[in-house]
């Protein structure tokens, strides 16, 4: 998708950078006695429909519990793993969906409630809000957007994290934040 902000964006201007092991190699020779989960993120991995076996496979083969970080481009994917019980979280970026499928921010946010009210809809639907969080990362143009979100999260009851301060945004949640991305 080409978004420039993307945490990866390396890979996509020197895709030699690629580790090119299997997933089940990389999962396998990475995975300690503390590892209680992995995260499917990309890019964009909810467009390559191998993070339905990679989740299985993470479950299966080492009981690990599973998130997919996702910018929402494809909500079957991530409804159908879900459902299944691969993804144990779905965390959607919602500056990432608009209703006529742009993956640029234009600046209001109701056209993302279209494209985000399927992913919401759904997992009510299947009563697995408690497995959806919404995430918002630090792009100057959507700050000022960023409480009507949160409003608009608080009100369907799905969990809000706004990453301008990654172990602030965890907190409120009363989640753990793990690693070293939640050091400043």
């Known amino acids: 998708m080409h978004c420039s902000y993307c945490y990866n964006y390396d890979f996509i201007i020197n895709p030699k950078n690629i580790i090119r092991n299997s997933t089940e190699s990389i999962i396998d020779n990475n995975i ?3 590892s209680d989960g992995i995260v499917i993120l990309g890019g964009e991995p909810s467009m390559y429909p191998k993070s339905l076996d990679i989740a299985q496979y993470a479950k299966e083969n080492h009981n690990l519990s599973v998130k997919i970080f996702s910018n929402g481009s494809n909500p079957p ?7 299944q019980g691969l993804f144990d979280s779905v965390s959607v970026d919602f500056k990432c969906y608009t209703k006529n499928d742009d993956i640029i921010y234009n600046g209001d946010w109701r056209d993302y409630i279209g494209g985000i ?8 639907k299947y009563n697995m809000i408690e497995k959806l969080e919404i995430r918002t990362t ?3 143009s959507i700050e000022k957007d960023v409480p009507k979100i949160k409003e ?3 009100s369907k009851g799905v969990k ?3 990453q301008d301060d990654v172990k602030r945004s965890y907190e409120e949640i009363n989640a753990i934040p793990r690693g070293n991305h939640c050091e400043r």
């Open 160 to 162: 809000f994290i706004h």
């Open 138 to 140: 630090v792009i100057p």
């Open 32 to 34: 300690t006695p503390l």
């Open 77 to 83: 994917l991530l409804i159908d793993g879900a459902k």
């Open 117 to 124: 009210n399927l992913i919401f809809d759904a997992f009510e």
């Open 152 to 154: 608009i999260c608080a």
